[in-house]
């Protein structure tokens, strides 16, 4: 009889305690949610259950760092026992909208780093990383802990775009029909921009230019051009307007050459 109370006794423990553990009265789904896994060891007669509880832990940026748009990054991360259809994703966290954009998905859960460019189309502020996983081909999370952000924010600066024209910059003579190189240089371009290429007599109006070229790559420094067309005459003074339009819309900028050449027959 007492063997039994002891036996009794001893069960109500152990299920106790599995019921902390295990959930007992939630769904498999809200289990698998808040563990991955567990074994049960017997041990001095006793059942013991232990877990396996998946972690992340944003390394970098982790706050207080300035980044640049338009530059490469290396984001890093650790996990552990992270459930084996669970995938990675990042996003990045905007401080004053607290809105989430998605920098990367579905990698591997192997994986510990990323290298994130920052695009150029980005807001000047402050952000914060959020590394989570979430089930392979499916939007359910994989366990509570499966998910981290930088500890404080990092600002992600906006440089502005430059563009300087560098020949013809004033003082040149080019003959009509000679093939000549207009050279200009840049920084902070977006890569989807494109360039356009003008011309306009001077002393008048530069609103009122002819276009040389339209359309050419964001990375391109120079262009040959055949001296003419039906605006040129000789012995009139002409300068050079290079401009970086943005092709999703917005206002484009430019440079213009410093002074005037001249067009020679």
């Not at 939630?26 to 567990?38: I, L, P, Q, R």
């Not at 338009?70 to 459930?83: A, C, D, H, L, P």
């Not at 000789?234 to 970086?244: C, W």
Request: glycine residues 10%; charged residues 20%.
């Amino acid at each position: 009889m007492l063997g039994l109370l002891v036996c009794f006794m001893a069960y109500g423990l152990v299920s106790s305690s599995a019921s902390a553990f295990w959930g007992f009265g939630k769904s498999k789904k809200e289990n698998n949610a808040n563990y991955v896994g567990a074994v049960a060891n017997v041990k001095g007669g006793s059942k013991i259950a232990t877990s396996t509880i998946s972690t992340i832990t944003v390394i970098s940026p982790n706050g207080g760092e300035i980044l640049e748009a338009g530059q490469s990054y290396t984001i890093k991360w650790t996990s552990k026992n992270i459930q084996k259809d669970g995938v990675l994703n990042i996003a990045v966290v905007e401080k004053e909208t607290g809105v989430n954009n998605y920098i990367a998905s579905n990698i591997k859960v192997k994986k510990n780093k990323y290298a994130w460019k920052i695009p150029h189309s980005i807001a000047s502020g402050e952000y914060k990383i959020r590394v989570f996983c979430t089930i392979k081909d499916s939007d359910y999370g994989c366990s509570s802990e499966s998910k981290d952000e930088s500890d404080n924010f990092f600002m992600i600066k906006i440089e502005q775009p430059q563009i300087t024209v560098i020949s013809p910059n004033g003082g040149e003579k080019w003959a009509i029909g000679q093939t000549k190189e207009i050279k200009w240089k840049t920084k902070n371009i977006p890569v989807d921009s494109i360039i356009s290429l003008e011309i306009f007599e001077e002393g008048t109006d530069k609103e009122l230019s002819t276009s040389i070229y339209h359309g050419l790559s964001a990375t391109t420094t120079s262009y040959k051009w055949k001296v003419g067309g039906y605006i040129i005459e000789a012995g009139k003074r002409y300068q050079i307007i290079v401009k970086v339009v943005p092709v999703k819309g917005g206002e484009y900028f430019a440079d213009i050459s410093d002074k005037s050449f001249l067009v020679l027959p």
